[in-house]
Nanobody, 131 residues
Framework: QVQVVESGGGLVQTGGSLRVSCVVS????????VAWFRQAPGKEREGISC????????HYIDSVKGRFTISSDNGKRTVYLQMNNLKPEDTAVYYC????????????????????????WGQGTQVTVSS
């Protein structure tokens, strides 16, 4: 059984930084595609970044490029999202999601940010950026 557990959210001022973490249990970690999503009040859940832990291929949406960095520590079965230069519009519940392979193809075919691709979701962690 796959479990996805996020941690690390919190409250930060505009321009500050936070790192959220996601631990994925289950099968061989490198076979998973992992993504971070976020959902602000009254808005749809949006995929913001994806990673293939097997080869560190990554994807970002335009609004977070240059500010957010996704990475993985395969030994710890953990994916991180380092968020710098945070803005009030980044305020949301951040979710981690995982799906068993092929992780690189999910990114190269442009579908890794789609909600429907993922089978396993964490409970979410709140990130609040004050102005």
């Amino acid at each position: 059984q796959v479990q996805v557990v996020e941690s690390g959210g919190g409250l930060v001022q505009t321009g500050g930084s936070l790192r959220v973490s996601c631990v994925v249990s289950g099968r061989t970690f490198s076979n998973y595609g992992v993504a971070w999503f976020r959902q602000a009040p009254g808005k749809e859940r949006e995929g913001i970044s994806c990673i293939s832990p097997s080869n560190s291929v990554t994807h970002y949406i335009d609004s977070v490029k240059g500010r957010f960095t996704i990475s993985s520590d395969n030994g710890k079965r953990t994916v991180y999202l380092q968020m710098n230069n945070l803005k009030p519009e980044d305020t949301a519940v951040y979710y981690c999601a995982a799906v068993s392979g092929p992780p690189t193809e999910l990114i190269t075919t442009g579908i890794c940010s789609a909600v429907g691709v993922y089978e396993n979701w964490g409970q979410g962690t709140q990130v609040t950026v004050s102005s």
